[in-house]
């Protein structure tokens, strides 16, 4: 089992030693509130240890335990295990000394694991339980990108602060898909663009059709959107359609409503539909994204909308993935569950 190594943290096996860091926080009951074991006695830290020495020395490993310690002094400071349950998922778990919390330290442990269940382990779910009143727990499972899949009446042991027979739980997870695309926004978040205010729209024009600007839309701060142009596509004399586009990647109290929702959304009036108009607009508006520095375009369109795929198709944008679309989503709240993700690349 090879140590996992993040920013500032280094996970290793246990070992003998590190009792009395491990006992320091497992014999605190504060520490250990939400847990189904502790406070420990000195004789269930030193079990512990063993158990989870042995679990490093199995082949396969099916238990996958590491100490937290610090890459900078080398302090152990909490303990986070993978164990597996069945040969394509398994169950996360963290415990961070009290001295240590607020800093960020479980959410970098609990990365790393799932980095090692998707990408070495090649598992397709990973899940974490929490009593229904750790908040700071749910906090961070959401916080690395798990869903929540369910609360649970009565099927816990009363934590050790309630009065209660019993503890609800709740239930997260994360899928190998969620997982490839969490990192997939991650990049684009990353691309680079020039926003220094809105430019001075030149004639747009080709094809027959011609784009009008009628709305520039600031970034809004409070909300995280990012700044909008808005054009009509025109035809002679006659509005036909309209067409945005988004300045940068990000937005939304997620980062990541440009992933899901695109650079560039458009719409064309029945009557005129099926004369490649669509395609057309998008070209007229390349250079107004280039202007801002953006040379990849995301264009996202329903999975069933064959029209607007043929319109992707017709740029020769790449299909990246279809994806499922989260709950919190504008889309999702109109009724669409999936959609497509392109790149275009302008």
């Known amino acids: ?87 394509k998922e398994a169950e996360i778990g963290w415990l961070i000394n009290r001295n240590f919390w607020r800093q960020g330290y479980a959410a970098e442990a609990a990365r790393a694991l799932l980095t090692l269940g998707f990408e070495e382990l090649n598992l397709h779910r990973i899940f974490a339980k929490c009593d229904a009143e750790n908040i700071a727990s749910s906090r961070l499972m959401e916080k690395i990108g798990m869903r929540g899949e369910g609360l649970l009446f009565d099927v816990r042991p009363p934590h050790k602060n309630s009065s209660r027979p019993h503890s609800d739980e709740l239930l997260y997870a994360i899928v190998k898909d969620e997982w490839e695309i969490q990192k997939e926004i991650a990049y684009y978040n990353t691309l680079p663009y020039e926003f220094n205010g809105f430019i001075e729209v030149p004639a747009l024009s080709g094809g027959g059709i011609f784009l009008v600007c009628t709305k520039k839309s600031p970034a809004n701060p409070e909300k995280k959107y990012v700044p909008e142009y808005r054009f009509a596509i025109c035809k002679g004399g006659e509005k036909i359609g309209d067409i945005t586009l988004r300045i940068g990647y990000g937005g939304g109290i997620y980062n990541s409503n440009l992933y899901y929702g695109g650079n560039i959304g458009y719409g064309v009036d029945e009557a005129y539909r099926g004369n490649g108009y669509a395609s057309l607009a998008c070209s007229l508006l390349a250079p107004v994204a280039k202007a801002h520095g953006i040379t990849k375009v995301l264009i996202t369109n329903h999975i069933n909308n064959n029209a607007s795929r043929r319109v992707c198709e017709k740029l020769n944008a790449q299909l990246i993935r279809e994806v499922r679309l989260p709950e919190w989503t504008d889309l999702y709240k109109e009724g669409q569950r999936f959609v497509n993700i392109f790149e275009w690349n302008i």
Request: charged share 25%; with cysteine.
């Open 1 to 87: 089992m090879k140590p996992l190594e993040t920013e500032r943290l280094i996970l290793r096996k246990f070992q003998e030693s590190d009792f009395e860091a491990v006992h320091s926080y497992a014999a605190d009951r504060e520490n250990c509130i939400y847990m189904f074991w502790g406070p420990n006695s000195e004789d269930e830290t030193r079990e512990f240890i063993k158990m989870v020495m042995s679990n490093a020395s199995q082949s396969p490993i099916k238990h996958y335990s590491y100490a937290i310690t610090l890459k900078s002094t080398g302090e152990l400071i909490g303990g986070c295990d993978l164990p597996l349950s069945g040969d």
